[in-house]
């Protein structure tokens, strides 16, 4: 369920025409709707009812700052990769308390940062960043609060790029070594250990992997309780998918109580902890962009639109499929077959392959369900200015990132003497 839906044929995003948007901001922009990502956020936050939980959005999804800013008033932590991310959460009006630092390569000075800082929680992927984050605590005079990612070694069935809970992915330590670590990192000075995590992987379209992923966490958080080590929270990640296409994931909702189900049956109360990124903020942005030329080719038509590869990298990262719509449904052009391609100088730079649409040099088009993995991914190869931002919020629209100037991008060159 999103927000970006058709009025008198012209698409809209909550009470905004996109065509109003084009004309104030320019194109390309990213479109965000400020209701949709509300509403996904408590879809997750209500199938909890009382169960003690955080929902600590994936900041790396969508790290604009009034997207964080949205989803912090409505009580959400946040979930960081980097020290860049923690500043985002700072600046957008977060607090450090309710942050969950993950990520496979911690340097020794984000660990100090995060430390200093105050975060929640280190996930900590190996023993080598276990003796590394005790030492920075003991140098701080402090305990840090941590917990280990586990990789169950769970087929999460996604691209094989953003699969990260099989034995052979780099992420998290194995259940065989689990028990070893928690027991040296019990023995510590500067550890507190509080917690246990996993996160299999993004896009997840199945229930079973997150259900066969908790189970095996759940039988180290009883080996660990028989060995005299008590938790306190548990971190099932993220990883559920959205609607791209014909896709079926599962409901939020359904996920959530499927995880409650298996909890309750084996007597675990521990408060839980999800970093959704993608099902919160994915459906919630559109990518608007206009058409600059169409190209008949031999064997196919290409559209070629304003925006690139450089704007949207999924379709070129992970072969991934984005519906791409015509803003104004009223115009009266030849339905084609074609190729939906950006100015950038690579055969790899496509949004969208084998489409059918109806549209002339000068029309808009929407790339959807583009709000997460979308902007964050934007580069400015071929020197390109990363696009504008905006936030939509019922009739109000409001520019939440400028368009990048070309001067910006070799502000912090300089010339040899
Ligand atoms: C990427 C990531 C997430 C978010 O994944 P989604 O599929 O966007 O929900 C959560 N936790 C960690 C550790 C991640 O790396």
């Known amino acids: 369920m999103d927000h970006f839906g058709y009025r008198q044929d012209q698409l809209h995003a909550e009470e905004v025409p996109l065509a109003t948007i084009a004309e104030r901001v320019g194109t390309p922009c990213y479109v965000y709707s400020r209701a949709t990502l509300e509403r996904h956020y408590r879809v997750f936050d209500d199938a909890f009812g009382d169960w003690p939980h955080h929902i600590c959005f994936s900041v790396k999804a969508n790290g604009n700052l009034a997207v964080l800013q949205v989803l912090e008033r409505l009580g959400a932590g946040f979930d960081i990769v980097s020290m860049g991310e923690l500043d985002r959460v700072l600046a957008s009006g977060g607090r450090a308390s309710d942050v969950v630092f993950s990520g496979v390569g911690k340097s020794s000075d984000e660990i100090a940062r995060a430390l200093r800082a105050g975060v929640r929680i280190l996930s900590i992927e190996s023993g080598q960043e276990l003796d590394r984050v005790n030492a920075a605590a003991l140098a701080a005079n402090t305990k840090a609060p941590i917990a280990f990612r586990i990789n169950p070694d769970v087929d999460p069935k996604t691209h094989p790029y953003i699969a990260t809970g099989l034995r052979e992915n780099k992420f998290g330590v194995s259940a065989a070594d689990a028990l070893g670590l928690y027991r040296k990192a019990d023995a510590m000075a500067g550890i507190e250990v509080a917690g246990i995590g996993c996160h299999i992987g993004s896009q997840l379209t199945e229930v079973d992997p997150f259900c066969d992923a908790l189970e095996k966490v759940l039988d180290l958080v009883e080996a660990l309780a028989q060995n005299g080590i008590t938790l306190q929270h548990l971190d099932l990640g993220g990883g559920v998918g959205i609607r791209y296409s014909d896709e079926t994931p599962p409901d939020p909702k359904d996920y959530v109580q499927a995880m409650l189900a298996i909890l309750k049956r084996r007597n ?70 074609c190729d939906i391609v950006g100015p950038v100088c690579e055969t790899g730079d496509f949004i969208a392959r084998d489409r059918q649409l109806a549209v002339a040099p000068g029309d808009l088009v929407a790339v959807r369900s583009v709000g997460a993995y979308g902007f964050v991914m934007a580069s400015n190869y071929n020197a390109r200015p990363r696009p504008a931002e905006v936030m939509v919020d019922g009739d109000q629209l409001y520019v939440v990132r400028q368009r990048e100037q070309t001067a910006d991008l070799f502000s912090t060159e300089t010339l040899l003497p």
């Open 268 to 337: 675990c109360d521990l408060s839980v902890t999800l970093e959704p990124g993608r099902a919160i903020a994915g459906n919630a942005g559109i990518l608007l962009s206009r058409v600059e030329y169409l190209k008949p080719g031999p064997s196919k038509d290409f559209v070629i639109v304003d925006a690139a590869m450089n704007d949207l990298l999924r379709p070129a990262l992970y072969q991934a499929w984005h519906e791409v719509v015509a803003v104004d449904r009223r115009r009266n052009c030849e339905m084609r077959e």
